[in-house]
């Protein structure tokens, strides 16, 4: 789905009032139905867990003076009528209040209710009291560090004890940026209108938003279409993979070579050749060195691995280059990097194949490494497919920085310099191409955050690849996939207990409800 900067969401509101001639409130009833809808469930589900609770759920609105405010006044109305005991409450100037805001103002009096001031003397026994909060204070025009009566506001709902919902992007939250003006509300869930916005997935916007639910205001469908935005979030309901051919044989489903392992790895080179098996390659090659072979030999029965020349420190020698390009004349992709080491041998091995193979190449671990000091290599394959799949740490040693709270402009900066795709591995992993393009994923959970599991995501993206899957197909699909089976194994195995081979355990399951029956 596509994301939307702050100004373009204000001319798709424009265009949809003043040109389509849609009416302002009908637009603001409808995110406040969201909203409520929202509320309603949380407030159930916080009820279930505290049964010492009695009477009606209780929810406080906490509502600005602008459009946003308006849609927490409408949707204080609307839980007032499904029969909750409601507070709204204005954390702001009443004679700053949009003529919007205060037509909600005069259905929620009609209603039975009311609007109470930041000063009324029970708002923090209501705030203690909830069962749920909706954060309506402020909506993407923010641009200034939280004061007064909002920044009060906020701080009631982060240390009440009941779940908050937001209303289209925490209040304290920068629109385009993630970054966070002063404090935050921390949601539970945000409810955002018509497309998400840039900071619900970036900086420490990803920590105040929970989870991001995109709801349909009514705006018409193909003016949502027609926003033209270079970043988009990648779901699992995004991918579809191509129904296989019935006549097909293995040559048809990839030839993928895999250089990885040493002798202090070497079961990261096992891990992303079992990926890449389970996540469709045909026929996989693994190159390891030769005192990994045995290992490598009694794991993968599926994947066929190739002894090279190595030093008795148990990495890649100079000589491996030979084999390897050998290898990679008769494959269609190489992985490089899960395990090598960071020795001077397997580092120049890289180099050299890099310098030398025309094939599509993903590079991970100290496969990225070895371009350290040495990124003229990755410059010379201009022209020619390569991916980096680092996490902060080997994007640091890239370029000499770590990437900062901008992870975004950082990763689509590199991207474009380098004329390579770069996958920015971590939670929101966002995927950049050299046309300026980003995707970031919206799957995964902490129980990922173990060694191998770059290993395994290196092995989904060579496969997807060696299946002939475009680079802006497999690329942000086999992220979105990686992610999906770490919340599977969540599911069932918990955040703490699950593996990286659980995860690869999983991906025929997560595979299947992909793929295209048809």
């Known amino acids: 789905?596509?994301?939307?900067?702050?100004?373009?969401?204000?001319?798709?509101?424009?265009?949809?009032?003043?040109?389509?001639?849609?009416?302002?409130?009908?637009?603001?009833?409808?995110?406040?139905?969201?909203?409520?809808?929202?509320?309603?469930?949380?407030?159930?589900?916080?009820?279930?867990?505290?049964?010492?609770?009695?009477?009606?759920?209780r929810a406080v609105c906490f509502c600005g003076a602008g459009n946003n405010g308006g849609d927490g006044v409408a949707a204080a109305r609307l839980l007032l009528e499904r029969g909750l005991e409601v507070h709204a409450v204005l954390a702001g100037r009443r004679d700053k209040m949009t003529p919007?805001?205060?037509?909600?103002e005069r259905r929620l009096q009609a209603a039975g209710g009311e609007l109470a001031s930041m000063e009324h003397p029970e708002l923090d026994a209501w705030c203690q009291g909830a069962d749920v909060l909706v954060d309506a204070l402020f909506g993407i025009g923010l641009n200034t560090q939280l004061r007064g009566d909002p920044l009060g506001a906020v701080q009631r709902m982060n240390a009440a004890p009941a779940p908050v919902v937001s209303a289209d992007i925490p209040s304290g939250v920068e629109a385009d940026t993630g970054h966070i003006l002063g404090t935050a509300v921390e949601a539970e869930?945000?409810?955002?209108?018509?497309?998400?916005?840039?900071?619900?997935?970036?900086?420490?916007?990803?920590?105040?938003?929970?989870?991001?639910?995109?709801?349909?205001?009514?705006?018409?469908?193909?003016?949502?279409?027609?926003?033209?935005?270079t970043l988009s979030t990648v779901?699992?309901?995004?991918?579809?993979?191509?129904?296989?051919?019935?006549?097909?044989?293995?040559?048809?489903?990839?030839?993928?070579?895999?250089?990885?392992?040493?002798?202090?790895?070497?079961?990261?080179?096992?891990?992303?050749?079992?990926?890449?098996?389970?996540?469709?390659?045909?026929l996989v090659t693994v190159g390891v060195p030769a005192q990994v072979w045995p290992?490598?030999?009694?794991?993968?029965?599926?994947?066929?691995?190739?002894?090279?020349?190595?030093?008795?420190?148990?990495?890649?020698?100079?000589?491996?280059?030979?084999?390897?390009?050998?290898?990679?004349?008769?494959?269609?992709?190489?992985?490089?990097?899960?395990?090598?080491?960071?020795?001077?041998?397997?580092?120049?091995?890289?180099?050299?194949?890099?310098?030398?193979?025309?094939?599509?190449?993903?590079?991970?671990?100290?496969?990225?490494?070895?371009?350290?000091?040495?990124?003229?290599?990755?410059?010379?394959?201009a022209g020619l497919l390569t991916?980096?799949?680092?996490?902060?740490?080997e994007f640091a040693r890239l370029i000499g920085a770590l990437p900062g709270e901008d992870r975004l402009a950082g990763a689509v900066t590199f991207a474009q310099a380098h004329?390579?795709?770069?996958?920015?591995?971590?939670?929101?992993?966002?995927?950049?191409?050299?046309?300026?393009?980003?995707y970031l994923n919206t799957t995964g959970n902490p129980g990922m955050a173990k060694g191998g599991s770059g290993d395994v995501l290196g092995g989904i993206i060579t496969a997807l690849l060696g299946q002939g899957l475009s680079a802006r197909q497999a690329?942000?699909?086999?992220?979105c996939l990686h992610g999906e089976a770490g919340d599977l194994c969540a599911q069932r195995l918990g955040e703490y207990g699950m593996t990286p081979s659980d995860m690869i355990d999983v991906l025929p399951q997560v595979l299947q409800r992909h793929t295209a029956r048809f």
């Open 100 to 104: 919007d805001c205060q037509e909600m």
């Open 475 to 479: 690329v942000p699909a086999a992220v």
């Open 419 to 438: 004329s390579c795709c770069l996958v920015l591995k971590g939670h929101r992993t966002i995927t950049a191409f050299p046309d300026g393009a980003a």
């Open 387 to 393: 991916i980096l799949t680092p996490h902060d740490g």
């Open 189 to 229: 869930i945000t409810v955002t209108f018509s497309l998400p916005k840039p900071g619900l997935y970036l900086g420490n916007g990803i920590r105040c938003a929970g989870q991001v639910m995109v709801a349909d205001i009514g705006i018409p469908p193909e003016l949502v279409n027609a926003v033209e935005s």
């Open 1 to 57: 789905m596509q994301i939307a900067a702050a100004q373009q969401m204000r001319e798709l509101d424009r265009i949809a009032i003043k040109e389509r001639g849609i009416p302002s409130t009908d637009l603001m009833e409808r995110a406040a139905g969201a909203v409520a809808d929202a509320a309603c469930g949380l407030a159930e589900e916080y009820r279930k867990h505290t049964p010492q609770k009695r009477g009606p759920l």
């Open 295 to 381: 290992t490598a030999a009694a794991k993968l029965a599926s994947a066929m691995p190739q002894p090279l020349p190595a030093g008795k420190d148990g990495t890649l020698s100079l000589e491996a280059a030979e084999s390897v390009l050998t290898g990679l004349s008769s494959c269609g992709v190489c992985l490089i990097g899960p395990g090598l080491g960071r020795s001077k041998g397997a580092a120049a091995v890289v180099r050299r194949v890099l310098s030398e193979t025309q094939l599509p190449v993903v590079l991970d671990a100290d496969g990225i490494n070895a371009l350290e000091g040495h990124i003229d290599v990755l410059d010379g394959r």
């Open 235 to 282: 779901e699992p309901a995004d991918i579809t993979l191509p129904r296989r051919d019935r006549m097909a044989h293995k040559g048809q489903f990839g030839k993928v070579y895999l250089l990885g392992g040493s002798v202090n790895y070497p079961g990261a080179p096992v891990l992303a050749a079992r990926a890449a098996v389970r996540a469709g390659a045909g």
